[in-house]
């Protein structure tokens, strides 16, 4: 069995989808792995590196020629002009493992298709118990939230901690994180960690508990949020009416905050828009937005992924691709991840994949030229 791990193409992505301290357990398991060369350097794994762990470099037309499994972050087709090629090179039956995007990227998965090949999406691993070892979202989001507060503390003027010195005493930040699921909870605990005052909101009031035992202030609104949680313990969409009066209860709590942190996300759909252009005007001067729901249309109505604007001396920051900025160890937590998934592909050295399983069942896109996942023909219509 050959496993192939391309350079990655994708604009601006550092990360690579195996490091070398993963490889061991893929060969332990009958793999042999086949890198492009260079494609860890980015992330500061060296060829060197790789070959010491008994890994073969290859040039990219090997990789995909011989591999069985191709194992990437973005996997081809999710966007670049390079992929046209890829695509070609990819072989009928192919197993390809990587971040798709299925649920609102109709392109990536219909060229998936169309090359023929078994394409899984890490997205789509169910958030269940047994697959905690393999939720890239979680991890990777984990190190988003990390790096926002660090964004949030590089932009604002202020201080985040408090300060007693000769010169005076310096009153310390105060930060809000909107959204407390995984890199809302990172954020938080970040932010605690620098020494602002950190309040946390979520739609979700089961988080509640969670908030404050990270040492944060949970903001309670007057909502009607018990249907606001669905069975997966994800956000529901809720109807615009309820937006509207979320905006209005939140706009005192933004205001007194210096910087606020919105991470705020339902699965497969838009951001919630919740910090309007009146919230933004209403902040003090040198306050600081950083939004990471930026990749998926913005938690505030001003966003603009990709880029920092300014508002009434108001900074809002849209990140893109955020864990690719830590690229290192986002790197080395996606290839465990994805190391875990292919480990239960395999019975015995050989690739058999158990549709019975319902970790593999629901992160399989594409099969036999066709999309065969529920959840994605839903999502895009198909
Ligand atoms: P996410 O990225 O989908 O969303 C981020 C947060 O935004 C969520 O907490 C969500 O409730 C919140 N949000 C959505 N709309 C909002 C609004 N209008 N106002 C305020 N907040 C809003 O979430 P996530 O970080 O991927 O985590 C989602 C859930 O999955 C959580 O319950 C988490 O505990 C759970 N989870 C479970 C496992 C597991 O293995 N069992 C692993 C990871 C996460």
Known sequence: MIIGVPKETYPG?????????????LQKAGFIIHLEEGAGVSAGFTDKMYEAEGVVISDRKE?????????????????????????????????????????????????LANAKVKAFALELVPRITRAQSMDVLSSQANIAGYKAALMAADSLPRLFPMMMTAAGTITPARVLVIGAGVAGLQAIATCNRLGAIVSGYDIRPAVKEQVQSLGAKFVELELETEEAEDKGGYAKEMD?????????LMERVVSENDAVISTAAIPGKKAPVLITEAMVSGMKPGSVIVD????????CELTVAGETIEKDGVSIIGPVNVPSEVPYHSSQM???????????????????ID????????SLVTDDA?????????????
């Not at 615009?240 to 209005?248: A, R």
């Not at 990471?292 to 938690?299: D, F, K, M, V």
């Open 13 to 25: 992505e550092k990360r690579v989808a195996i490091v070398p301290a993963t490889a061991p357990s």
């Open 63 to 111: 990789v995909f020629d011989k591999s069985d499994v191709i194992l990437q972050v973005r996997t081809i087709g999710t966007g670049t002009d390079s992929d046209a090629d890829d695509l070609n090179a990819l072989k009928e039956g192919q197993i390809v493992i990587g971040l798709i995007d299925a649920l609102t990227n109709r392109e990536a998965v219909n060229s």
């Open 240 to 248: 615009e009416e309820f937006y509207k009066k979320q905006q209005m």
């Open 370 to 382: 066709k999309v065969v996942n529920e959840r994605v023909k839903e999502s895009l219509g198909l």
């Open 355 to 362: 549709l019975e399983d319902e970790i593999l069942k629901d």
């Open 292 to 299: 990471l729901a930026a990749e998926s249309g913005g938690n």
């Open 334 to 352: 996606y290839g465990k991840n994805i190391a875990n998934l292919v480990l239960l592909m395999v019975k015995d050295e050989e690739l058999n």
